[in-house]
């Protein structure tokens, strides 16, 4: 098998993903991250079937089954007006259907644990590099201070904003961006001691209503702060852009016909509310994101097949799948075992575009799911019990797993398939 020096451009969950699933197979890998150090925005990220058996060969069940957030709590899918339970999951469920287990992250734990694996098991990972440019035919990247980094095989996980992307299909590739976010945090002890929300200390709600969706975390890794994040139709907020401020006061009056208990959780989010024990200020921000969704993108390899795009740098998706990050858990996957299968450099091309041919019509099957989802309004499907709907989260990535092997045989054998026929 060929060993390369691999760069990665980007930090994010698919660029330490794909650090370490390289780093198995021998490369010898260099992360890149434009910024000082990991970013600690507490969104919440689950992991399903898909993402957590691939993560778990990688070794890291232990260490992210002790960081999930949600922990044993059942998540709830209720009505947007009166809070009524249309279907409950058990946090076991998804081990039980599909042989692996759901896990919930503040997004940036999930990026530290990831970071933390990868460095220990060898992958260098810089930051304040800031990648200006790509030569795609002799692989080097240039940096902002015009420091030059060559390399075998250049990989971009740069997200939304992607500068490889520009190098690879043109700048003209622009995301489309239909949905708005708030994102609040709030100290688990204004919820602790409120008799009205108390209870949400030990579930997680989703709460679904036309084009809007409420979603309240338990989410005791989060620093004992407790998560809101709130969707709706808007094009408030700039894309790629996660520290906006949102006006509390805008979606208070967005969310006035929501269920009393999510009105509750606006009316509490005050940032000027005090800790009752210390009576210092409890820091409160409705942080304002803007979702993106790329269009669907011809090239994800360079004709030198020596640059890749991966992540949501090519695949940027709406979140109504809950599966933006599996995704790209399953991209590092997929391209270490294609690597694999290179013997000299004039290999790259070829499993490369194998790659990107395995990849795409799963990713776009998600794409279109997340569209018609937000096509369907959300509720209608939640309107009616669910046992009908069959709604039940971020489930869906999971449908297209069979219980039996492991992930690599699973997608091995796929891939090696598939492969086989492209390489004769
Ligand atoms: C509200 C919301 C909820 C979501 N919920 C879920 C969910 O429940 N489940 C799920 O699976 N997914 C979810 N997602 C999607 C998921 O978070 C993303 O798909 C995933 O984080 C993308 O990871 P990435 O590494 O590809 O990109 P990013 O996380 O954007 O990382 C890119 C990295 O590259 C760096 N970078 C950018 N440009 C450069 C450059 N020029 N040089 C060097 N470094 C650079 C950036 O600083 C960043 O660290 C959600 C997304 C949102 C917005």
């Not at 395995?358 to 018609?372: L, N, S, T, V, Y």
Request: proline share 4%; aromatic share 6%.
């Amino acid at each position: 098998m060929l060993k390369l020096n691999v760069i990665i451009v980007g930090a994010g969950i698919s660029g330490l993903s794909t650090a370490i699933a390289l780093q198995r197979k021998g490369h010898i890998v260099t992360v890149l991250e434009r910024h000082p150090g990991y970013q600690a925005l507490g969104g919440p990220v689950s992991i399903g079937a898909n993402g957590s058996r691939v993560l778990i060969e990688y070794g890291m069940e232990e260490i992210l089954a002790r960081k999930n957030a949600r922990l044993n709590s059942p998540m709830l899918m209720r009505r947007y007006d009166n809070g009524e339970v249309l279907s409950s999951r058990a946090a076991s469920q998804s081990k039980t259907d599909y042989g692996f287990p759901s896990w919930t992250f503040a997004r940036y734990r999930l990026q530290e644990t990831l970071a933390q694996t990868a460095a220990e098991r060898g992958v260098k990972i810089l930051f304040e590099k800031t990648v200006v440019s790509v030569d795609l035919e002799n692989p080097s990247v240039t940096l902002k201070d015009g420091e030059v980094f060559e390399t075998d095989l250049i990989v971009g996980a740069d997200g939304i904003r992607s500068a490889v992307r520009d190098a690879v299909g043109g700048s003209t590739v622009k995301s489309f961006s239909p949905m708005t976010a708030y994102n609040i945090d709030i100290p688990r002890s204004i919820l602790k001691e409120d008799s009205s929300l108390s209870h949400l200390l030990v579930q997680s709600n989703y709460w679904l209503g036309p084009q809007q969706i409420v979603v309240a975390l338990n989410m005791p890794d989060l620093d004992d702060r407790f998560n809101v994040c709130l969707i709706c139709e808007g094009r408030s907020g700039t894309e790629g852009e996660w520290y906006e401020l949102g006006d509390l006061n805008k979606v208070r009056t967005q969310y006035a016909g929501f269920d009393p208990v999510v009105r509750r959780l606006l009316e509490v989010a005050e940032p000027e509310n005090l800790d009752q024990n210390t009576a210092e200020p409890l820091i409160i921000q409705c942080y304002i994101w803007r979702l993106s969704e790329m269009p669907h993108m011809e090239k994800w390899v360079s004709d030198s097949g020596r640059v890749v795009i991966i992540g949501d740098a090519v695949h940027a998706m709406l979140p109504y799948t809950g599966n933006g990050a599996n995704q790209c858990i399953e991209d590092s996957a997929s391209l270490a075992i294609c690597l694999e299968k290179a013997r000299t450099f004039s290999d790259l091309p070829k499993v490369l575009k194998a790659f990107e041919q395995i990849r795409k019509p799963r990713i776009e099957w998600f794409i279109r799911k997340g569209r018609e989802f937000l096509r369907c309004g959300i509720c209608p499907m939640a309107m009616s019990k669910s046992k009908e709907t069959g709604f039940s989260g971020g489930g869906h990535g999971q449908l297209r797993i069979s219980r039996n092997g492991t992930m690599e045989a699973d997608e091995e054998r796929q891939t090696e398939r598939k492969l086989m026929d492209m390489l004769a």
